[in-house]
């Protein structure tokens, strides 16, 4: 059985990392930063919006600003099968 990640990687998913940026609840005038990271698609982000609507609907940081790096690791047409092996000595 292929790790998860991999089976994702293979279907189009790519390491992606966002920056949230956010208020404190009881100190608005303060941001405070949260790192999320995980396989996602490039454009929709289907998983980043997930969890960016559960922030929204079930946490009290109100949401100030979302930085997304997003990085292709491995693509399908970067495997290849290889038809021989050589070997020296």
């Avoid at 609840?25 to 929709?44: C, E, K």
């Avoid at 990085?71 to 092996?85: D, H, S």
């Amino acid at each position: 059985m292929a790790d998860r990640s991999f089976t994702e990687m293979m279907s189009g998913y790519s390491l992606t990392t966002a920056e949230i940026l956010y208020r404190l609840p009881d100190h608005p005038a303060l941001l405070q930063s949260y790192i999320w990271q995980d396989y996602d698609q490039h454009p929709r982000f289907p998983k980043l919006q997930g969890f960016l609507e559960f922030w929204s609907r079930e946490l009290e940081g109100k949401l100030f600003k979302v930085l997304v790096a997003h990085t292709g690791l491995i693509r399908p047409a970067e495997l290849r099968l290889v038809g021989a092996e050589l070997k020296l000595h």
